[in-house]
C-alpha cells in the first residue's frame, strides 16, 4: 500500500528519533533524504534517494513509488522546511507528517528565553531588505541564514538602518561536539565569522528613553529637528493620533510628512502595518530621515516627491493623514477620495479658515461622514518668574469618514 511519511529529525541524530518514526523508517522501502540523515541509517535496506542537490527527482520518485516512503527532514519539515514543496508538488492525502524538535526551539532553550513571541525569518535564497523590515519591526526575531546573507551580513544592514540595539545569540553547529553559542552586539557581530550551520537570534534591549517612546503618545517637540520649528504639536499630534483610530496592520499615508513626527508616533501602533511618508521639501525629507534613525521607526517609508504625482505608486491606504497639501489639496484630496477603501479614514489638520472650507466642502460633496475639532493649546513659559501662559494658534482637526 502506498504511503509517504515525512519525520522530522531532532537535534541529536537517532536518539531523537521517536520509536513510531524508527517503526516507520525500519517498514519502508524507500529512504529519502539529504547526505547527512542517510548516513544515519547504514544499513537501510530498501532503496536511497539524496535529495540535496534535486528536489524535483524527489517528486518524480514518490509519484512513481507504490511502496512505503520515508522522507527524512531536520526538525519540523513544515517550518521553512520539505514540508511545503512536498504539499505542492503532492496530494496532501498522501502525506504524513512526524515533526520533531527545530534548531529554533533547540537555540532559545540553550538561551533560556521564551520563543512564543518571536518571529521566524528564513533569508535562505530570499531578498534580504524584506527579511530586514520584518526583524527590525519585532523585539524578537529568529534568522536561519544562507551562506550569502550570514549574520556578518545581517549585522551590517541592520546598523545602516540605524538599528544596533539588539543583543545576539550567534548559535552554531547545534547539536554537534562543535556546538557554540556566542553572546554579542549587533557591531560585533558585523565583523564576526559564523559557522554554515547556525541560527541567528535577536533580542531589541531599549535603553531607558527608547522604552519611554515605544509605551507612551506624546513625544516632546524638542525632541525632533525640523524646520523652523514647524511641527505637528505634541497634544495636536496625540488627538490626531486618536483620530484615526489605527489598527496593527493597516496602511496609513501622511502627505505633508514635515518633521515626520506623525509617521514616527504611528509606527509604534502600527507593528505590522506601512507608513509612508510624503514630503516635497528638500530640508523636510533631511530632517525626516534623522529623526527616522533617531526614533529607530520600524516601518516608515520617506516618499520623496509632490503630491498627488507620487502617490500613484503607494499601496491602497487604509488610512490617510494630511499635514500640509502645497497648494494642491483638491488633487490630494480627489485621489485620496478613488484610492481609499470604504470605511477608511482621512484626517485633515488645518490652520486657517481656508483649507477647512474647502475640505469640508470636498467631503460633504463626496458622501463622507465629517466632523471637526477646534484645538486650543496653551502652555506655561518654562524659565521665567511667572507662571503665564503662552498660546498657540488654533488647529482644526477634520475627520472624514468615507460611506
Same mark, same amino acid.
Given at each position: ?14 536518539? $531523537? ?14 529512504? +529519502? ?16 534517494? +539524496? ?111 540605524? +538599528? ?6 550567534? +548559535? ?5 561536539? @562543535? ?42 517637540? %524638542? ?43 504611528? $509606527? ?7 507608513? !509612508? ?15 527616522? @534613525?533617531? !526614533?529607530?521607526?520600524?516601518?516608515? @517609508?520617506?516618499?520623496?516627491? $509632490? ?13 490617510? !493623514? ?31 479658515? %481656508? ?49
Amino acid at each position: 500500500m502506498k504511503s509517504i511519511h515525512v519525520i522530522g529529525a531532532g537535534i541529536d541524530g537517532h536518539e $531523537d528519533f521517536s520509536t513510531q518514526a524508527q517503526e516507520l523508517i525500519r517498514s519502508a522501502d524507500l529512504l +529519502c533524504a539529504g547526505e547527512r540523515l542517510l548516513a544515519l541509517f547504514p544499513d537501510f535496506a530498501g532503496q536511497k534517494l +539524496c535529495i540535496d542537490k534535486n528536489l524535483n527527482e524527489l517528486a518524480d520518485t514518490l509519484k512513481r513509488h507504490q511502496g512505503r516512503s520515508v522522507v527524512l527532514a531536520s526538525g519540523d519539515p513544515l517550518f521553512f522546511g520539505i514540508g511545503r514543496y512536498l504539499l505542492r508538488n503532492l496530494p496532501d492525502t498522501l502525506l504524513e507528517f512526524l515533526p520533531n524538535v527545530t534548531s529554533v526551539q533547540y537555540a532559545f532553550a540553550k538561551i533560556r528565553e521564551p520563543w512564543d513571541d518571536a518571529i521566524f525569518v528564513s533569508v535562505h535564497g530570499r531578498g534580504l531588505p524584506k527579511s530586514i523590515d520584518r526583524i527590525i519591526a519585532n523585539d524578537k526575531a529568529a534568522i536561519l541564514t544562507d551562506t550569502v546573507n550570514t549574520p556578518a551580513v545581517i549585522a551590517r544592514t541592520l546598523l545602516e538602518r540605524g +538599528c544596533s540595539g539588539y543583543r545576539a545569540y550567534l +548559535c552554531e553547529d547545534l547539536g554537534t561536539k @562543535q556546538e557554540r553559542i556566542r553572546i554579542m552586539t549587533i557591531p560585533e557581530l558585523a565583523t564576526t565569522a559564523a559557522a554554515p550551520l547556525n541560527v541567528l537570534l535577536l533580542l531589541r534591549e531599549f535603553d531607558e528613553e527608547e522604552q519611554a517612546y515605544v509605551s507612551t503618545l506624546g513625544i516632546p517637540d %524638542d525632541e525632533f529637528v525640523t524646520v523652523k520649528k514647524l511641527i505637528t504639536k505634541e497634544e495636536i499630534r496625540v488627538v490626531t493620533l486618536a483620530k484615526l483610530k489605527l489598527r496593527h496592520d493597516m496602511c496609513l499615508w501622511d502627505i505633508g510628512a514635515g518633521s515626520g513626527s506623525i509617521s514616527i508616533e504611528a $509606527d509604534h501602533l502600527l507593528p505590522n502595518g506601512r507608513i !509612508f511618508a510624503v514630503e516635497r521639501n528638500e530640508e523636510c525629507r533631511r530632517f525626516i530621515k534623522q529623526n527616522l @534613525q533617531k !526614533f529607530k521607526t520600524r516601518n516608515v @517609508q520617506l516618499v520623496e516627491g $509632490d503630491a498627488p504625482q507620487c502617490l500613484e505608486e503607494l499601496p491602497d491606504p487604509d488610512r490617510i !493623514f494630511i499635514g500640509g497639501s502645497g497648494g494642491h489639496l483638491w488633487d490630494i484630496l480627489q485621489i485620496s477620495d478613488q484610492r481609499l477603501a470604504t470605511g477608511g479614514r482621512i484626517v485633515l489638520n488645518a490652520i486657517t479658515l %481656508d483649507t477647512l472650507t474647502a475640505a469640508n466642502e470636498f467631503f460633504g460633496n463626496a458622501g463622507y461622514e465629517v466632523e471637526v475639532v477646534t484645538v486650543n493649546i496653551a502652555r506655561t513659559r518654562p524659565l521665567t518668574s511667572y507662571k503665564m501662559f503662552e498660546a498657540y494658534n488654533p488647529v482644526y482637526i477634520l475627520t472624514a469618514v468615507k460611506e
